[in-house]
């Protein structure tokens, strides 16, 4: 991994440390109050339990003081703490999974607490300095640190060889990959008030419960408690790492306090630029991103497909709905000629597709562009927002699955969104000129004298001049066409490919701003 996408990640996380730090005391005898309970007998009910009597307590964060050696790493300094792969948990238990530990410092400075599951009885995993190496000897201490998060490994990718696959750090914040893939965007446990301009809350991911799994297991079972000045919450992931990386998550949520702005199964990423923002970047490739759209399917059986931008002003979109089928943050364009960077490969990036698991009731998938100087920050949130707001002394429950992977898990009879250009318009500075490539399925079995046709719409400008003809070279069909805003400071465009019979291909839609 670069040390550009490694930064990039300790900034988001850490971010979310520092806010969530702000609020409330630090007090070790709080912490231990806070979590009794987490050893001893232990099953699926432990940490809803603790969630549970967390949300009728006054918030008290863990505690965040560090000894002077540590008080102020670069992230330099941090990165040169590094665990020992032999003194992993598990490690020469003959399992398919062992466990990596974070140390505390530099963004990372609350104490999180780690417990193993074995047998249904958890205990503490102890912490010594001797875990890690480091390459200043001067940031050896010997108090009782404890850790910062937590590092998942197994043989994802070569027989044998144990790989780092999935990360929980910093606020409550994880990543994970696919065979074959490299990091890219997270996701998160919950998002409060994000895009709000009073500030966004970050819930905090404080104590894991790590099961143990069985010989010849293929999964894994982590436990998390999330706690935050407005919220806790239980969560138990259990991961399957391969050609997917797959999540089934289970969530129970307890507010402390009204929350209007609540968000399930958040997803952050970046979107720097591509070939339909790239006028206000100088940039010698032709894209850096994380992901480049967002993808939905609707209750309603709609396939919907929003490119994402670097928006100049900050853009907050929202799309109504009622019991979603999924949404995701997808980069399906995966030739190392999208891209050309040899160090951060972006078409290595997993797509990150949500699949609820019962009825979600009715709310919106938000998104929300963040405009970015670089590709260093996230600029890029989406999740769902349930309609009615989550109150203080009620329970919540959301199940769902997380598929890391190349592409959106399930097959599609829908022409698919191949690229999306945005140029100007020779000879009147006032358009916009749009290309869109439609390919896949349809294009196998159709009659070569199909008549296609698109009728793009606006919220606002006008449309013109639009044109629809055969793509050879991705044996499918372009359709390109004028937009005129006027007076328009936003429109939001959108366009579906259909023959004389209907709609062939997923919704297309976009969101304009000068």
Same mark, same amino acid.
Not at 290 to 308: F, H, I, K, N, V
Not at 313 to 333: A, E, K, Y
């Given at each position: 991994m670069s040390s550009n996408v490694q930064r990039r990640g300790v900034i988001r996380a850490g971010a979310g440390v520092t806010l969530a730090s702000l609020v409330g005391g630090v007090a070790r005898k709080a912490r231990a109050e806070g979590l009794s309970g987490a050893t001893g007998k232990f099953d699926d009910s432990t940490v809803i339990q603790i969630a549970r009597r967390l949300a009728n307590a006054e918030y008290h964060p863990p505690g965040q003081s560090l000894p002077k050696a540590l008080d102020n790493l670069t992230f330099d300094q941090y990165r040169g703490i590094a665990y020992r792969p032999d003194r992993a948990l598990w490690a020469g238990d003959n399992l398919a999974f062992d466990v990596e530990f974070f140390p505390r410092g530099f963004l990372y400075r609350p104490r999180i607490e780690i417990y193993e599951v074995r047998d249904g009885q958890a205990g503490t995993v102890p912490y010594s300095p001797d875990l890690f190496t480091y390459s200043d000897p001067a940031l050896r201490v010997t108090d009782d640190l404890g850790f910062a998060g937590v590092r998942l490994r197994t043989a994802i990718n070569t027989p044998g060889v144990m790989e780092e696959f999935c990360v929980f750090l910093g606020a409550s914040y994880f990543r994970a990959v696919a065979k074959g893939q490299d990091y890219g965007l997270s996701a998160r446990g919950f998002a409060n008030g994000t895009g709000d301009p009073k500030g966004e809350e970050f819930a905090l991911f404080r104590a894991f419960w790590l099961e143990k799994p069985q010989p010849g297991v293929q999964s894994i079972v982590v436990h998390a408690l999330l706690d935050s000045p407005t919220?806790?919450?239980?969560?138990?992931?259990?991961?399957?790492?391969?050609?997917?990386?797959?999540?089934?998550?289970?969530?129970?949520?307890?507010?402390?306090?009204?929350?209007?702005?609540?968000?399930?199964?958040?997803?952050?990423?970046?979107?720097?630029?591509?070939?339909?923002?790239?006028?206000?970047?100088?940039?010698? *490739?032709?894209?850096?991103?994380?992901?480049?759209?967002?993808? %939905?399917?609707? #209750?309603? =059986?709609?396939?919907?497909?929003? !490119? @994402?931008?670097?928006?100049?002003?900050?853009?907050?979109?929202?799309?109504?709905?009622?019991?979603?089928?999924?949404?995701?943050?997808?980069?399906?364009?995966?030739?190392?000629?999208?891209?050309?960077?040899?160090?951060?490969?972006?078409?290595?990036?997993?797509?990150?597709?949500?699949?609820?698991?019962?009825?979600?009731?009715?709310?919106?998938?938000?998104?929300?562009?963040?405009?970015?100087?670089?590709?260093?920050?996230?600029?890029?949130?989406?999740?769902?927002?349930?309609?009615?707001?989550? *109150?203080?002394?009620?329970?919540?429950?959301?199940?769902?699955? %997380?598929?890391? #992977?190349? =592409?959106?898990?399930?097959?599609? !009879? @829908?022409?698919?969104?191949?690229?999306?250009?945005?140029?100007s318009v020779v000879d009147n500075n006032d358009a916009r000129f749009f290309a869109i490539d439609f390919m896949g399925t349809p294009f196998e079995h159709l009659p070569k004298d199909t008549h296609f046709h698109v009728t793009p719409k606006t919220s606002a400008g006008t449309i013109q001049n639009v044109v629809v003809e055969p793509n050879p070279a991705i044996n499918g069909i372009r359709t390109t066409f004028e937009f005129i805003p006027g007076d328009a400071k936003v429109a939001d465009l959108s366009a579906v490919l259909e023959t004389d019979s209907g709609p062939i291909s997923e919704q297309w839609l976009y969101r304009w701003t000068p």
């Open positions: 919220v806790t919450g239980a969560f138990r992931f259990t991961i399957r790492p391969g050609d997917n990386t797959v999540f089934d998550v289970q969530t129970t949520l307890f507010p402390r306090a009204k929350i209007e702005q609540s968000g399930i199964a958040p997803l952050t990423g970046m979107f720097y630029f591509d070939v339909n923002d790239h006028n206000h970047v100088d940039d010698w *490739r032709p894209a850096a991103h994380d992901s480049e759209a967002l993808q %939905m399917w609707t #209750g309603a =059986d709609q396939q919907l497909y929003r !490119p @994402l931008r670097n928006p100049l002003d900050l853009q907050f979109s929202t799309f109504s709905d009622v019991s979603p089928r999924g949404f995701g943050l997808m980069q399906r364009r995966r030739a190392f000629h999208d891209y050309e960077d040899l160090a951060l490969h972006y078409e290595k990036r997993p797509s990150l597709w949500i699949e609820p698991i019962g009825d979600w009731g009715a709310g919106w998938v938000d998104l929300v562009e963040i405009p970015t100087p670089n590709e260093v920050n996230d600029n890029i949130v989406s999740f769902w927002r349930p309609k009615e707001p989550l *109150r203080a002394g009620q329970e919540y429950h959301f199940t769902y699955r %997380m598929y890391w #992977g190349w =592409d959106a898990p399930f097959p599609t !009879p @829908l022409a698919r969104i191949g690229a999306t250009r945005v140029g």
